[in-house]
Nanobody
Framework: QVQLVESGGGLVQAGGSLRLSCAASGRSFSISDMGWFRQAPGKARVFVAAISWSGGSTYYADSVKGRFTISRDNANNTVYLQMNSLKPEDTAVYYC????????????????WGQGTQVTVSS
C-alpha cells in the first residue's frame, strides 16, 4: 500500500517556474516507477513525465520536453517535477501515481494516485 501527497502547485505567470513534490508513504516506493499526469478542466488525464525506480530512466510527453524535469529522492520517498518556462496551456491539476506495469504513458497502467495539486499559469 502506498499513499501519495502532491504539493507545490500555485499561480504563476507565463515563463515562470514551479517545482511539484510528491511525498510517498509505504515500503515499496524505492522499487516503484513513478509518473506525473495532468488534467485540465473538461479534458482527459494525460501523461506528463515518468521515472524508473532507480531514477536511471526518464520519460516525457513531447509537450514538456526541454521544459520539465522529473527526479526522485528514494531516501526521502519523494518524486519531483521541476517545471520551467511555463505556458498557459500547462494549467491543470497535476497528479503523481505509482506505475503497476505496462507502458509508462497510459493512466490505466498506474495505481495509488495522489489527490492532485493545481497549477495555474497566467498569460
Amino acid at each position: 500500500q502506498v499513499q501519495l501527497v502532491e504539493s507545490g502547485g500555485g499561480l504563476v505567470q507565463a515563463g515562470g517556474s514551479l517545482r511539484l513534490s510528491c511525498a510517498a508513504s509505504g515500503r515499496s516506493f524505492s522499487i516503484s516507477d513513478m509518473g506525473w499526469f495532468r488534467q485540465a478542466p473538461g479534458k482527459a488525464r494525460v501523461f506528463v513525465a515518468a521515472i524508473s525506480w532507480s531514477g536511471g530512466s526518464t520519460y516525457y510527453a513531447d509537450s514538456v520536453k526541454g521544459r520539465f524535469t522529473i527526479s526522485r529522492d528514494n531516501a526521502n520517498n519523494t518524486v519531483y517535477l521541476q517545471m520551467n518556462s511555463l505556458k498557459p496551456e500547462d494549467t491543470a491539476v497535476y497528479y503523481c501515481a505509482v506505475r503497476r506495469g505496462g507502458s509508462y504513458y497510459y493512466p490505466s497502467n498506474y495505481g495509488y494516485w495522489g489527490q492532485g495539486t493545481q497549477v495555474t499559469v497566467s498569460s
